[in-house]
């Protein structure tokens, strides 16, 4: 019996061996050739009060103005075409739209890499690249900055409740199954102080409980923030992409409602 532990041990560490070489070796391979890079998706670049050069998308409506903005924020692997696509239908929805580069010249096609930049990439690093993506949006003329709103998915999800944590002039916060949400209303800071908050989750994504969904919403009730929260049964994490918001679905209904969000927090007072 001790034999087979032994060599059900050894066996165990050997397929563990291998599966760390594998990680290591798509991440290192992914390093030293990309399968994409920040600047293939981006179109124009902005200086922050620091003096740090940012990289971004840029969307624009029709027309001259003064027209609401939205801030999208990527998924964990950075900013890419899906994040992209949604910029460019928004844009066409009547908003200016930028696509911040959240993490500062990072992204990528794969998972493990992926999860390297979420676990290495300094929270206030990433909260510095977002804020002056805010600030570039709120400054660009054409864009009511009392109309700024910020939409993002699930790394970009908790990246925008955290943005509206600490920003009392964002007009909406849409988070689409970001991760932590948070439990403790005093943990809210400055939250809803300017305008509602969506949250977007599926039932059956495995790193959300529907109890942290529902946490999340008693804590904002908590604090008398307007919000609506929606769990979509059926569904996992990162559910909604570009490509699948136009088929039946709960991708499509999840869209509908941000746009319905979007529409009601930041068209309601056009000047």
């Not at 943990?187 to 969506?198: D, H, K, Y």
Request: proline share 5%; charged share 15%; glycine share 12%.
């Amino acid at each position: 019996m001790r034999r087979v532990i032994i060599t059900a041990l050894k066996i165990l560490l050997v397929a563990i061996g291998i599966l760390v070489l594998v990680v290591a070796g798509v991440i290192l391979l992914d390093t030293v050739f990309p399968s994409q890079q920040v600047t293939d998706f981006t179109n124009v670049t902005f200086t922050d009060d620091g003096g740090a050069t940012h990289h971004a998308y840029l969307a624009k409506p029709e027309g001259a103005g003064p027209h609401p903005g939205v801030l999208l924020i990527h998924e964990f692997f950075g900013l890419n075409a899906d994040i992209v696509a949604k910029a460019d239908i928004l844009a066409r929805e009547g908003y200016t739209v930028v696509a911040v580069d959240a993490y500062g010249g990072k992204t990528t096609q794969q998972v493990p890499r992926a999860i390297l930049f979420v676990t290495t990439t300094p929270q206030e690093r990433i909260n510095r690249n977002v804020d002056a993506g805010y600030a570039y949006l709120a400054g660009l003329e054409g864009v009511d900055p009392q109309r700024i709103g910020a939409a993002g998915f699930c790394f970009g999800g908790t990246q925008v409740m955290r943005l509206g944590t600490r920003n009392p002039d964002l007009a909406a916060a849409a988070i689409f199954y970001g991760n932590g949400p948070i439990q403790d209303p005093a943990e809210l800071g400055v939250m809803g102080q300017n305008g509602p908050v969506l949250g977007i989750y599926g039932e059956q994504d495995r790193g959300i409980p529907v109890s942290q969904v529902e946490g999340f919403k008693l804590a904002m009730d908590a604090r008398g923030i307007d919000n609506q929260v929606t769990v979509y049964p059926g569904v996992g994490h990162a559910f909604v992409h570009a490509e699948n918001i136009t088929m039946p679905g709960a991708a499509q209904d999840a869209w509908r409602e941000l746009l319905d969000f979007l529409a009601a927090a930041l068209k309601k007072a056009q000047i």
